[in-house]
């Protein structure tokens, strides 16, 4: 059974993806989220563990997209990025705390956990940061053995499963266990958080039966924000306003 309470604010809050980024402003950045505060919007972002430690807030598995560099993060240190720019702006890659001490819990955060390093690592890490947090925080991850681990050891925070129709990284059969949400009995999840194409399939639908609540991702335009939230609790967006 779910322990997220309809007053929880991920039901209410606007949520921007990655932040709220557009050209001067990259995604995952501390001006996109600067940027999110302004307007209130909760902020959803991705945390990576480099090969020293220290946990960053990066997307991608490794650092060619976003800076130019071909190296994958697992083979990076602090120093190593700090050396590098976010597309063509002068903003660096964010550690961890910094996130946190800008944000400061003016918003919430929707935290994705990324899939470097071995499971219990990067958690026990990002844990030790968020015991000192006072802003409102929920996780969420697609691998369901890190969502395990968040239940074994941290079973207080509230988790999300991370789903959808195709993971470009997965077998064959590990896409079809995801996208069928098979691992839901294992890792128990607050809730599912579901590419938004697939809110109509038949899974969804047995999920939403047993009272777990579903959110969506990610919608690129207003039309696909309102399709959202017909078939899910909210959706996660980017590249718009919704409120415009």
């Known amino acids: 059974m779910t322990r997220l309470k309809k007053n929880s604010w991920i039901y209410k809050k606007k949520i921007t993806h990655r932040g709220f980024h557009n050209e001067l402003h990259p995604e995952n950045s501390l001006s996109a989220f600067r940027r999110a505060i302004e307007f209130g919007y909760a902020i959803e972002l991705d945390v990576h563990i480099l090969r020293d ?3 960053i807030v990066f997307h991608d ?3 060619f997209r976003m800076t130019g560099d071909d190296r994958k993060i ?7 990025i700090c050396e590098l720019n976010l597309k063509d702006s002068n ?8 996130t946190l001490q800008l944000v400061d819990g003016q918003v919430p955060l929707l935290i994705e956990l990324k899939n470097s390093g071995d499971v219990g690592v990067l958690e026990t890490k990002l844990m030790s940061f968020l015991n000192d947090y006072k802003g409102e925080v929920i996780l969420q ?3 369901p053995y890190r969502l395990k681990w968040l239940l074994d050891n941290e079973p207080q925070i509230i988790r999300g499963q991370l789903s959808g129709l195709h993971i470009t990284s997965l077998k064959w059969y590990e896409n079809f266990l995801y996208r069928n949400l098979f691992f839901h009995l ?11 194409a697939g809110l109509r399939r038949l899974p969804i639908r047995l999920i939403k039966f047993f009272n ?6 990610t919608a690129r335009s207003k039309e696909s924000y309102i399709w959202g939230l017909k078939y899910s609790e909210n959706v996660v967006f980017e590249g718009f306003s919704p409120e415009i």
């Open 53 to 55: 430690g220290h946990i």
């Open 61 to 63: 598995d490794d650092l």
């Open 74 to 80: 697992e083979e990076v240190t602090l120093e190593d």
């Open 91 to 98: 903003e660096k890659i964010p550690h961890l705390s910094e």
């Open 141 to 143: 991850a697609f691998s």
């Open 186 to 196: 294992l890792t128990k999840p607050d809730f599912v958080n579901y590419e938004i």
């Open 212 to 217: 777990v609540p579903v959110f969506s991702w």
